[in-house]
């Protein structure tokens, strides 16, 4: 999804629309302020390209740098897995319904998450928490796959909601697919 973000940023550059970047990560906030020149490009992407997934999602504490920017009407495109703890998340997606941002919500999940199929494994790690958990393919298979089809559509109807675009993307999804369908669905919402 690196390369989606990096598509959908030259396209809004191409435009001269202003692009910026925030990564909640490992319970810190990057912040790229949002610029229209040609070598902010460049430095987004290597920002972009050096980012590595990690740990806890970042307190709200830390969101000050997102909300004393510019207070105009953004379009802001979030990229997540949608796991949550408190629903810190959801909540900072309502701080940013509330100021009346348009956002484009793409969440990403690994097609082995999607049919439950961790073959050979005995347990899986939570990369944010460290939390190892055991699993029986035959007796948590059908449970598995309950749940997780109740988490996406908890959190599908939450965007729908909000008037949020949400598009469930699985990591192995070719990225021009899931940018015509961005674009294809932008171009509705603005029709």
């Given at each position: 999804?690196?390369?989606?973000?990096?598509?959908?940023?030259?396209?809004?550059?191409?435009?001269?629309?202003?692009?910026?970047?925030?990564?909640?990560?490992?319970?810190?906030?990057?912040?790229?302020?949002?610029?229209?020149?040609?070598?902010?490009?460049?430095?987004?992407?290597?920002?972009?390209?050096?980012?590595?997934?990690?740990?806890?999602?970042?307190?709200?504490?830390?969101?000050?740098?997102?909300?004393?920017?510019?207070h105009?009407?953004?379009?802001?495109?979030?990229i997540?897995?949608?796991?949550?703890?408190?629903?810190?998340?959801?909540?900072?997606?309502?701080?940013?319904?509330?100021?009346?941002?348009?956002?484009?919500?793409?969440?990403?999940?690994?097609?082995?998450?999607?049919?439950?199929?961790?073959k050979?494994?005995q347990?899986?790690?939570?990369?944010?928490?460290?939390?190892?958990?055991a699993?029986?393919?035959?007796?948590?298979?059908?449970?598995?796959?309950?749940?997780?089809?109740?988490?996406?559509?908890?959190?599908?109807?939450?965007?729908?909601?909000?008037?949020?675009?949400?598009?469930?993307?699985?990591?192995?999804?070719?990225?021009?697919?899931?940018?015509?369908?961005?674009i294809n669905?932008?171009?509705?919402?603005k029709?």
């Amino acid at each position: 999804m690196t390369l989606c973000a990096a598509c959908l940023a030259y396209l809004a550059n191409s435009q001269g629309d202003s692009i910026g970047l925030y990564v909640f990560r490992d319970g810190d906030l990057f912040s790229l302020p949002c610029r229209k020149d040609h070598q902010h490009l460049s430095r987004f992407f290597y920002q972009l390209e050096n980012i590595k997934p990690a740990g806890r999602f970042t307190e709200p504490i830390n969101y000050k740098d997102i909300f004393a920017g510019t207070h105009k009407r953004e379009l802001l495109i979030f990229i997540t897995d949608f796991y949550e703890v408190n629903k810190e998340i959801s909540g900072l997606l309502n701080s940013f319904v509330a100021l009346r941002h348009e956002i484009m919500l793409f969440h990403l999940m690994g097609q082995n998450e999607m049919e439950f199929n961790f073959k050979g494994y005995q347990a899986v790690e939570d990369l944010e928490t460290g939390q190892v958990v055991a699993i029986n393919h035959q007796a948590d298979g059908e449970l598995y796959k309950q749940k997780l089809q109740a988490f996406i559509e908890e959190k599908r109807v939450f965007s729908l909601n909000k008037n949020i675009y949400y598009r469930l993307t699985s990591l192995n999804e070719p990225v021009d697919k899931a940018l015509r369908d961005f674009i294809n669905q932008r171009n509705k919402l603005k029709a």
